[in-house]
């Protein structure tokens, strides 16, 4: 008998008031779900980015291993690194096109620590070719340029300050390599004739090493920016790449003929876990 009362009284409450309401949906579930989407979109673009730049990395440095083994300066890169590089090039561009949508606008800056590696290494492969076929260094503008096509017309890549100035110190490292790697099979330090106001001048790897050091020294930096840490900690390190091709330098003046034919320096001479200090 009880449980009929409750039946009845239940029957009497749809009688009066209809059939049961539907469930009302939350008006704060479409507002949840974009957010969901566009952290989901986020995620996806921060992946893409990281595994673009790792790629960029990785081939980058094939390429200036390549190049180290070049042996003249200001001039044309030998056919056959040109050609076993030009894949690898290709490459790059294939990475920095595949991403060139997801940083543009504020996206840009938003996913610049996830690209700044591979950018670094980038600009570091580019400055090491642009020295070796012109002995001088790239300018901000013409790496711009170079960043700027790979992302194609519509989806320019940006090349930041930071970026530019931190590739530049990695390259030091590499011309530290090359002038040692060259003074050891050659007997010379790497140098060119240029002509200076129709006078020939004599500059080499060394002299070159110092005025980049001097260039790079004078760059003012705030002390509240985070670039100004990075500098301070490659400075240390380009400072012992001048120092190890002085010290190459003057083993080879004064003991080179001592030195047996054929002789190479020591791996930890040219290290590049030193000379990089990544």
Same mark, same amino acid.
């Given at each position: 008998?009880?449980?009929?009362?409750?039946?009845?009284?239940?029957?009497?409450?749809?009688?009066?008031?209809?059939?049961?309401?539907?469930?009302?949906?939350? &008006?704060?579930? &479409?507002?949840?779900?974009?957010?969901?989407?566009?952290?989901?979109?986020?995620?996806?673009?921060?992946?893409?980015?990281?595994?673009?730049?790792?790629?960029?990395?990785?081939?980058?440095?094939?390429?200036? =291993?390549?190049?180290?083994?070049?042996?003249?300066?200001?001039? &044309?890169? &030998?056919?056959?690194?040109?050609?076993?590089?030009? $894949?690898?090039?290709?490459?790059?561009?294939?990475?920095?096109?595949?991403?060139?949508?997801?940083?543009?606008?504020?996206?840009?800056?938003?996913?610049?620590?996830?690209?700044?590696?591979?950018?670094?290494? =980038?600009?570091?492969?580019?400055?090491?070719?642009?020295?070796?076929?012109?002995?001088?260094?790239?300018?901000?503008?013409?790496?711009?340029?170079?960043?700027?096509?790979?992302?194609?017309?519509?989806?320019?890549?940006?090349?930041?300050?930071?970026?530019?100035?931190?590739?530049?110190?990695?390259?030091?490292?590499?011309?530290?390599? =090359?002038?040692?790697?060259?003074?050891?099979?050659?007997?010379?330090?790497?140098?060119?004739?240029?002509?200076?106001?129709?006078?020939?001048?004599?500059?080499?790897?060394?002299?070159?090493?110092?005025?980049?050091?001097?260039?790079?020294?004078?760059?003012?930096?705030?002390?509240?920016?985070?670039?100004?840490?990075?500098?301070?900690?490659?400075?240390?390190?380009?400072?012992?790449?001048?120092?190890?091709?002085?010290?190459?330098?003057?083993?080879?003046?004064?003991?080179?003929?001592?030195? $047996?034919?054929?002789?190479?320096?020591?791996?930890?001479?040219?290290?590049?876990?030193?000379?990089?200090?990544?």
């Amino acid at each position: 008998m009880p449980q009929s009362n409750t039946q009845n009284k239940k029957r009497s409450a749809e009688d009066a008031f209809g059939e049961r309401p539907a469930k009302m949906e939350s &008006p704060f579930m &479409p507002m949840f779900e974009g957010f969901k989407s566009e952290l989901d979109e986020h995620h996806d673009r921060r992946e893409r980015i990281i595994k673009a730049s790792r790629d960029i990395t990785a081939t980058s440095k094939k390429i200036i =291993f390549g190049l180290q083994r070049v042996r003249n300066m200001k001039q &044309p890169i &030998p056919g056959a690194i040109t050609k076993s590089n030009q $894949p690898l090039w290709d490459l790059i561009s294939k990475a920095y096109s595949s991403i060139s949508t997801d940083l543009q606008g504020l996206n840009t800056y938003r996913y610049s620590k996830q690209i700044t590696g591979g950018t670094q290494e =980038f600009m570091e492969a580019l400055s090491f070719q642009h020295y070796l076929e012109a002995q001088s260094l790239v300018s901000l503008q013409e790496a711009s340029r170079s960043t700027a096509d790979l992302g194609g017309p519509n989806n320019p890549i940006l090349l930041s300050e930071a970026d530019y100035l931190l590739g530049v110190f990695d390259m030091t490292g590499e011309l530290m390599r =090359f002038a040692i790697t060259v003074m050891a099979t050659s007997g010379e330090v790497p140098s060119a004739k240029l002509e200076v106001e129709g006078e020939q001048s004599h500059r080499n790897v060394l002299t070159d090493l110092r005025d980049v050091r001097d260039f790079l020294k004078a760059v003012d930096v705030p002390h509240y920016s985070s670039l100004n840490k990075d500098m301070n900690k490659k400075m240390e390190v380009l400072e012992t790449c001048v120092v190890k091709v002085e010290n190459a330098l003057y083993g080879l003046t004064v003991r080179g003929a001592e030195r $047996p034919k054929g002789w190479l320096p020591d791996e930890k001479m040219v290290g590049r876990d030193e000379v990089v200090g990544h």
